[in-house]
């Protein structure tokens, strides 16, 4: 959604302050007495926490690696220093990789003789709030690997970050109008709203788990039942549809759910998806809140004959009737164009639209909740595009509820896969 000049300028970067703000928290000596502390307690570190194909060791490794490239990147200040507790970290970490006990509080200093004074230091911080015991190694473990996912998931919304950063040097010169600011700003919100779906570290801080774990302790029941407590009032909703197909059926649409509605052409299939979004919204019309809104997404028909469709059921209008008058106004308009050239009759159709669309659409809505509109060509739009269209809706002040795409099978895939030989034909 960001225009490519833009873009590129975002990417000619070379730091970023947010970046670097971000960074800092993983270079703090206390981040590294962490690490140290946890990495000198004598416990399986591997154990429990990730697969064997990709080990606790190893991805504390490449993380260090990591770590130490956005060092030079970002010109983060006492680089030297920071570079020292890498290394310290890193020759603790290969040691403790023979064995699990080879390396403790009590012998550290007789496997680590040529350390300056920082690194004593701070081994001895690490030493003074040692971990008692095993439930407490597990506690940091966990949290020194969500740490390193944070991280990364820093590193994958570096494109946003430096987008807010160029935002404020491009608006504060003298030759940007408010217009061209404004709507730098909006691509720069856009792009960093589609950078949110990357932070899946955050949502497990903001409550939302991805996984469970029931039929153990009290304490377990009792977390599961304040996560569920946490989803039905903040991530569920349920809309009864007005059709008894559907609400005795499978009782209503309800959050995460997706319905498939099939069959040939020219079998009523989008009229019926338009009917269903009018008994939806009149049958849930209490439950809306401001700015709630359901997009209706179309990959064949024209938007204005799909806003023809919405005015005749909403209104409840026989369809011909609003066709017809779609074909006066047309015949009133070339006689116009032949024998005057005012803008009375322009404002005479323009009322007559107001109130038509006043009279059917927003007398069902009643304000409450919108329906955004969208069309797109056939084989072009995916469910990407789908998904970064709903983040340009958020940063106008939308929140969607429910999404209706017409003709889903006409949508272009998210990713093109290509194969590197012909195994995959081969097989079938």
């Known amino acids: ?18 970046a670097k703000a971000f960074i800092s928290s993983f270079v703090a000596e206390s981040f590294f007495v962490d690490m140290v502390r946890t990495l000198l307690f ?19 490794k490449d993380f260090f690696i990591d770590l130490s490239r956005q060092c030079d990147q970002l010109n983060i200040p006492n680089a030297k220093l920071i570079k020292n507790n890498i290394r310290l970290s890193s020759t603790i970490l290969n040691i403790r990789e023979s064995g699990s006990t080879i390396i403790d509080y009590e012998n550290v200093f007789q496997h680590l003789t040529s350390l300056d004074l920082g ?8 030493i003074t709030t040692k971990l008692n015991d095993i439930k ?66 955050a949502d497990k801080l903001e409550g939302e788990k991805d996984y469970f774990i029931i039929g153990g302790s009290k304490e377990s029941s009792r977390d599961l039942a304040k996560a569920f407590v946490h989803y039905l009032k903040t991530g569920y909703s349920f809309f009864k549809t007005g059709f008894d197909l559907f609400d005795h059926n499978i009782e209503g649409f309800e959050s995460s759910s997706v319905h498939l509605i099939s069959a040939p052409s020219n079998h009523g299939k989008s009229l019926f998806m338009i009917n269903l979004i009018n008994t939806l919204i009149r049958a849930n019309i209490a439950d809306f809140e401001e700015d709630d809104t359901i ?36 015949e009133a308009f070339k006689s116009q164009a032949l024998y005057s050239d005012d803008n009375i009759l322009d ?16 007398t069902t809505t009643k304000g409450k909740v919108k329906i955004a509109l969208r069309h797109a060509p056939e084989n072009i739009f995916s469910a990407g595009d789908l998904s970064k269209f709903i983040d340009v809706l958020r940063v106008e002040g939308h ?26 034909e081969v097989q079938g």
């Open 136 to 201: 407490e190694f597990r506690a940091s473990t966990e949290t020194i690997l969500s740490n390193i996912q944070a991280f990364r998931e820093i590193n994958n919304i570096t494109a946003g970050l430096n987008a807010i950063d160029f935002f404020g040097e491009y608006a504060s010169k003298p030759d940007v109008s408010v217009f061209e600011a404004l709507k730098l700003w909006k691509e720069t919100m856009v792009l960093n709203y589609n950078e949110l779906s990357k932070l899946n570290t």
């Open 42 to 60: 004598p416990a399986d570190f591997n154990k429990g926490f990730l697969s064997e194909q990709n080990t606790a060791i190893e991805y504390i």
């Open 119 to 126: 690194q004593q230091k701070l081994i001895q911080k690490a």
């Open 295 to 330: 997009l209706f997404m179309t990959l064949e028909d024209n938007i204005y004959k799909v806003m023809r469709r919405y005015i005749s059921i909403f209104g409840n209008y026989k369809q011909d009737v609003v066709i017809n008058f779609w074909k006066r106004c047309n």
């Open 347 to 362: 404002a005479k159709i323009e009322d007559m639209f107001f109130n038509l669309f006043d009279a059917s659409v927003r």
């Open 399 to 424: 929140k969607v509820r429910a999404v209706v795409v017409d003709y889903v099978d006409t949508m272009a895939p998210t990713v093109v896969k290509k194969w590197s030989n012909s195994e995959y």
């Open 1 to 18: 959604m960001v225009s490519n000049i833009t873009q590129g300028l975002f990417q000619q970067k070379d730091s970023s302050a947010i």
